[in-house]
């Protein structure tokens, strides 16, 4: 897979600080039971990459020493750790909230079939990956049978009270755009997914994310080999809008990859960028250093997050007024 790290490192991105840190992001490991052309992350069954349980046990005093209100647990799948159930129980006892990157298929996997009860249980938000609402194109992003199991998900999800009434039972699901576009209005497109959601398979759900694909990893690869990678910055950048800037994610979101190591964002960190202060380059750092007011490393692939409604983990950043 044909790495786009050098063709993104000589930027004119503007220069951004971080502000104080409120969410530890926390990337347990590359393996997955999917293989997605949209993962940022190559994420795949044949990965090896999982966080020691010695690195596990320090999250919680973490999120303590740096008082962080929110755990964000990613992947791969990050269910499949051996230790997620005990990471998830850790921070809610600490009255931490706790943010599952679920792919859905993961709930009707053989031996995950408890799962959905226990991040119920658990109260644990799910952010969900579901990148259309029609089979042709969820599996064509992500492999056959992929959109029935994750219909099978919700269900399942629904069935135990997430995405409706209950607040501490938060569905929220993710969209990416098919190949090299910006994604749509967040808020129609939102509107579009509960109603064809609703119609066709009577599920629910909180809000809709729509992200923008980021140039790297195995979507920047599939750019470079349509030769389509230099059009995609070129779109990137001619919707650049500053007023992104003041809420992009790197500002109050940390990134930890599986081997403990600090990075601004999770992009970043799939592109070995670490965060430019070298004191403060490990989680254990956290425990007596806060990250406040340091530099952020930027590279071109920061118009991806600035872009239209700008893109975040939470989403876009600026509501698109109509015209």
């Not at 992500?142 to 069935?159: E, V």
């Not at 501490?168 to 497109?189: C, D, E, F, I």
């Not at 403060?280 to 692939?301: E, K, N, V």
Request: one cysteine or more; a negative charge.
């Amino acid at each position: 897979m044909k790495s786009t790290i050098e063709l993104l490192e000589d930027t004119d991105f503007p220069a951004i600080k971080r502000r104080g840190l409120t969410v530890l992001q926390v990337n347990m490991g590359y393996l997955c039971n999917m293989s997605c052309v949209h993962c940022h992350v190559a994420a795949s069954p044949y990965r090896t990459e999982m966080m020691s349980r010695e690195l596990i046990e320090l999250i919680p005093q973490v999120l303590q020493a740096q008082d962080i209100d929110t755990l964000d647990l990613t992947g791969g799948a990050p269910e499949m750790h051996k230790d997620f159930k005990y990471l998830v129980k850790a921070a809610r006892k600490l009255g931490v909230k706790v943010i599952d990157r679920c792919n859905l298929t993961i709930l009707m996997e053989e031996g995950y079939e408890d799962m959905a009860q226990f991040l119920a249980d658990n109260e644990v938000e799910v952010v969900a990956s579901l990148p259309c609402y029609s089979l042709e194109n969820v599996d064509k992003q992500r492999g056959k049978g992929a959109f029935d199991d994750s219909i099978l998900g919700l269900h399942k999800l629904n069935a135990l009270g997430y995405g409706k009434d209950n607040p501490n039972l938060v569905l929220n699901l993710v969209y990416n755009p098919q190949g090299a576009s910006l994604p749509p209005n967040q808020q129609r497109l939102e509107a579009d997914y509960k109603r064809e959601l609703k119609e066709h398979f009577d599920i629910e759900f909180n809000q809709l994310f729509a992200l923008t694909n980021m140039p790297i990893q195995r979507f920047g690869a599939v750019l470079l080999a349509k030769g389509e990678f230099h059009p995609y910055m070129d779109l990137l950048k001619d919707n650049y809008d500053a007023r992104n800037l003041n809420d992009v994610m790197c500002r109050s979101t940390i990134s930890v990859n599986w081997l403990g190591e600090l990075f601004d964002c999770d992009f970043n960190q799939q592109l070995q960028i670490p965060v430019p202060n070298k004191s403060r380059r490990h989680l254990r750092d956290l425990l007596t250093q806060d990250p406040a007011g340091d530099d952020i490393a930027i590279a071109d692939h920061c118009y991806g997050c600035t872009a239209g409604q700008g893109s975040s983990c939470g989403g876009a950043l600026e509501e698109e007024t109509e015209t």
